[in-house]
T-cell receptor, first 112, second 113 residues
Framework: NAGVTQTPKFQVLKTGQSMTLQCAQDMNHNSMYWYRQDPGMGLRLIYYSASEGTTDKGEVPNGYNVSRLNKREFSLRLESAAPSQTSVYFC???????????FGDGTRLSIL | AQSVTQPDIHITVSEGASLELRCNYSYGATPYLFWYVQSPGQGLQLLLKYFSGDTLVQGIKGFEAEFKRSQSSFNLRKPSVHWSDAAEYFCAVGAQGAQKLVFGQGTRLTINP
């Protein structure tokens, strides 16, 4: 019962570097989401994909891009990392927007 | 647009005491409401949800929440907390057509022995 798997779990980058955070779910869910969590800010939605083949911006999309590779996988890319993107990133999936979301364990990203 | 406010950033209660965590939402129609819990270093886990019907909903781990439309609230309660309940709790609201949830800022719960 893997659920939602995020890789890597930890990453340190230098300003200006790029990287892709990977997320895969094995629950055959239609919807997938990327959030960032910062102290005192709760979870803020970066991008989401309501179904395979579609992606939409969330609350804080600037500096990020996403790809819904197939129904299982939804990746988040930082093209040119900035210190303000230091955060914990969570991927989640659900069978629909009104259904409970299942979360991965997060990726802790530090940008120096 | 929908929004969620959790007025209490941090709450401390003694083990065995009762607990109430507050959640207020802003949305014109009937909202879809959720409570999630996050243990340190982990992702979020669903405690309970409200879509319609009975306004008192039961969740896992002995938690319950009551939807009060007149107060735009969805407060989480537990009659007697255990040390293992120490965690961060998030309220979230969804809206028809929005295709996504909005989360509150979270309430960190500390349990005194």
């Amino acid at each position: 019962n893997a659920g939602v798997t995020q890789t890597p779990k930890f990453q340190v980058l230098k300003t200006g570097q790029s990287m892709t955070l990977q997320c895969a779910q094995d629950m055959n869910h239609n919807s997938m989401y990327w959030y960032r969590q910062d102290p005192g800010m709760g979870l803020r939605l970066i991008y989401y994909s309501a179904s395979e083949g579609t992606t939409d911006k969330g609350e804080v999309p600037n500096g990020y891009n996403v790809s819904r590779l197939n129904k299982r996988e939804f990746s988040l890319r930082l093209e040119s990392a900035a210190p303000s993107q230091t955060s914990v990133y969570f991927c989640a999936s659900s069978s629909g927007w009104d259904q409970p979301q299942h979360f991965g364990d997060g990726t802790r990203l530090s940008i120096l | 647009a929908q929004s969620v406010t959790q007025p209490d950033i941090h709450i401390t209660v003694s083990e065995g005491a009762s607990l109430e965590l507050r959640c207020n939402y802003s949305y014109g129609a009937t909202p879809y409401l959720f409570w999630y819990v996050q243990s340190p270093g982990q992702g979020l886990q669903l405690l309970l949800k409200y879509f319609s019907g009975d306004t008192l909903v039961q969740g896992i781990k002995g938690f319950e929440a009551e939807f009060k439309r007149s107060q735009s609230s969805f407060n989480l309660r537990k009659p007697s907390v255990h040390w293992s309940d120490a965690a961060e709790y998030f309220c979230a609201v969804g809206a028809q057509g929005a295709q996504k949830l909005v989360f509150g800022q979270g309430t960190r719960l500390t349990i005194n022995p």
